[in-house]
């Protein structure tokens, strides 16, 4: 392909791609050259299961030759079998879909500041307060992009929404001073995906839900890239204990095709009315149908298991091989297949050379190499990776001394 057509036809909001590529099939992707990579981004978390999955594709193609779209004036009946297993998953409560993560997120504020109206009787032009925090990204969509607070994502953009605070990251005390009156929800990441794979503590996660609890705030978990089980539990926030009310999902929920939901408790859930909010392609039977067989491969194959095993041996390993670099790698972060290395290299460079190795991944935070392996990467796969990881860093220059 000739990549010069990018700057030609195409926006440059993304810069110039390096390759381009072709097809793909499991843990491997090939480019137009006919080159072989082991793919650890899995189109940042998207593709859980790998590229091209039989059952996947299978269901996908019977579903197309059946009813691709038909609108959500009219019942689905896949829609509402997929809110069915995914309540099961997070809850009493109730589902809606819509096309991407950012959307979702959407609809949580949306949701958040309906439930602050409720609470002030109802009162219109009066702006209620979510509380987000620092390094967290909840997307590119004008509210979305108002809940995140780096300046990367918001800069140009201003005046943007008003009504969005930012808590320090992992401190419970900037939280309690924020959780005023004039909140109606917490929206938080469990652990930051854009902002480097960093952990939100345990402990401080459920001082908010306490926090959330005695206030009468609802807790909002942006699940988008840490949940479909890339931590081993299916939901990231489940090693915390805590219940949220609300919970955003994407990426993963297709396995490629773009779903995304929102779970809101049943207590809550009455709060979008016919009108409130909508979309014409969400939870489309063939979105259903993608999300169905993502579902189905992770129970058959036991895949969350297997990630939560392979990837605390993963992280392990890394950290084994990061020690013998210490002037290149500061340290390993995540949990599961959800890990990042942080550098004091540049990140883009160390990336630029694992792709040249043959190992695709992905930068994150600025600093971190972000290693998002499919669901159903093997051993094997693993295995692989670390050793093109190993030669990369033995071959990479270190900082040069001032």
Known sequence: MDLSKYSRCLIG??????????????????????????????????????????????????????????????????????????????????????????????????????????????????????????????????????????????????????????AKFNELASFQALLDEDTAAVLIEPIQGEGGIRETKDNVLRGIGQLCHERGILLMVDEVQSGMGRTGRFFSYEKAGIKPDAISLAKGLGGGFPIGAIWVKESHADLFQPGSHGTTFGGSPLACAAAHAVLDVIEEEELIEKVALQGASFKADLETLSAKYPDLVQEIRGRGYFLAMSMKVPCGDFVTALREGGLIVVPAGGDSVRMLPPLNATKGDISEALGIIAKTLSTFPTVPKQ
Request: aromatic fraction near 10%.
């Open 13 to 166: 909001n993304y810069g110039a791609p390096p390759v381009a590529f072709d097809r793909g099939e499991g843990t491997r992707i090939w480019d137009t050259e006919g080159n072989e990579y082991l793919d650890f981004s899995s189109g940042i978390a998207v593709n859980c299961l790998g590229h091209s999955h039989p059952k996947w594709v299978s269901a996908v193609q019977k579903q197309a030759s059946k009813l691709v779209h038909c609108t959500n004036l009219f019942a689905i009946p896949e829609q509402a079998r997929l809110a069915e297993r995914l309540t099961a998953k997070a809850g009493t409560g109730r589902m809606l879909f819509c096309n991407s993560g950012a959307e979702a997120n959407e609809a949580l504020i949306k949701l958040a500041r309906l439930y602050g109206r409720s609470k002030a009787g109802g009162q219109e032009g009066k702006v209620v307060k979510i509380v987000a925090t620092e390094g967290d990204f909840h997307g590119r969509t004008y509210g979305a992009m108002s809940a995140t607070s780096g300046s990367k994502v918001r800069s140009g953009f201003a005046p943007l929404a008003p009504g969005f605070a930012f």
